[in-house]
């Protein structure tokens, strides 16, 4: 009986030997699935998670950065710069309409171009006041005991023209005559109060171009 005993003992041992084995060879080939172990997810019923796969993200994570933009980030940025870049577009367009509305569209002539007349207004009138210079800075010659001077002095009368074409800056013109007199007398005070005599005369014509907001000699 003892014999009988230790046969079937080591009959028992080899073929336990032999389960194990095939078990260990199962497992390192992949041919069958490893045996549940107390806490793991085949013994709970369900597939042991893979130790590759990555936990979810925490709340605030790569979810919330793919949200909405936050205020003032580049998002707001772009927009706020269309829309200054939209202002300043206007703003452009409103000087381009103002600019057009100065320019003649065809050639125009007159004082009236550019208030040349005011212009022309004035201009005689600094030639008014050149003829009281000249006339108060007349050299004098004595002779025979009379004394004798020229000066010069302006008509008031004159022709004031202006001109303004397409792209081109106005031009104006003003035409008046210039004549040479003398005045002769006993002394100076009455060669000034007796009629001066016309010496010379010519027609001078000055041209004036309008730039930078202004008529400019």
Known sequence: MAGESRSLALLFAIVLGATSTVAVQAQETGGGAP???????????????PKSAKPAPKGGGAAAKSGAPKA????????GSAANGGKGGAAKSGRAARAKTTTPA??????????????CDQ???KLRDRETYNTSHITWDAHDGRVSGEYV???????CIAR??????????ITYRETRYRREGANEAAALAAPGTVLEQSDVTEIFRFGKGRWQY
């Open 106 to 119: 065809e050639t125009v002539n007159g004082p009236e171009v550019r208030d040349f007349q005011a212009f």
């Open 35 to 49: 045996a549940a172990t107390p806490g793991s997810g085949a013994a709970s019923g369900g597939a042991a998670a």
């Open 72 to 79: 003032g980030g580049p998002a707001a940025s772009k927009a």
């Open 123 to 125: 201009w005689m009138g």
């Open 164 to 173: 303004e074409e397409p792209g081109k800056d106005p031009i104006g013109k």
């Open 153 to 159: 002095g302006y008509d008031t009368k004159c022709t």
